[in-house]
């Protein structure tokens, strides 16, 4: 039984290792690294972007948790508010992105989960898409699914941030648009956020 084992131990080691690596960068500006991969069953990449910023984490945490200024600095959003639980670590946040024309604009509900390590002061925020919490609104599209992650790192030169997303984008939409939007998109989000933690 030893050498299956062995055999089986093997395999998930090197399937694991596999999907550790199959990120690929993308873009690489003024320290902020965009990577995507493909997501099976899906046209549009997932995307993980990385950054360090001078701040602490609970003023990452703070401009994540005020909903109601994304419309202000987060790119292309036209409309964003705090459905529920306003300054804890577990909120919901309505959130309607500008699509360029013609293709109509995209709306979402995203539930937020975070947790704060007491040990390594690491804080960990959750995202899943919860379409079904408003009604839907003529002329937009609602996005019917979305998983992501934010963590966010003390480390020695500063506050490492990883921003990680998957979404459909609902409706029609060309999957060489959805996914230029997975490159440029969380680019612009962390060059507005940076400038915003200034």
């Not at 549009?44 to 945490?61: G, N």
């Not at 003529?138 to 019917?144: D, L």
């Amino acid at each position: 039984m030893k050498p299956m084992y062995t055999i089986i131990i093997l395999f998930l080691y090197s399937f694991y290792s596999f999907e550790l690596q199959a990120w690929d960068i993308v873009k690489s500006e003024n320290g902020i690294q965009v990577f995507t991969r493909d997501v099976a069953g899906s046209n549009l990449k997932e995307f993980k972007a990385i950054m360090t910023v001078d701040v602490e984490p609970d003023r990452v945490l703070s401009l994540l948790q005020d909903g109601n200024s994304m419309s202000i600095w987060w790119p292309d959003c036209i409309e964003s508010k705090v459905l529920s639980g306003s300054g804890t670590l577990d909120w919901k946040v309505y959130f309607m992105t500008k699509v360029p024309f013609p293709l109509e604009n995209r709306d979402t509900i995203n539930h937020f989960m975070a947790k704060k390590d007491s040990n390594s002061k690491v804080i960990s925020i959750q995202i899943k898409g919860i379409p079904e919490t408003v009604p839907t609104k003529s002329g937009v599209v609602r996005i019917p699914k979305l998983t992501g992650s934010w963590t966010i790192s003390p480390k020695e030169t500063g506050t490492e941030i990883i921003y990680q997303l998957h979404a459909d984008p609902g409706g029609s939409i060309p999957a060489f648009v959805a996914n230029s939007t997975v490159v440029d998109g969380p680019l612009k989000t962390f060059q507005a956020m940076k400038q915003k933690l200034k």
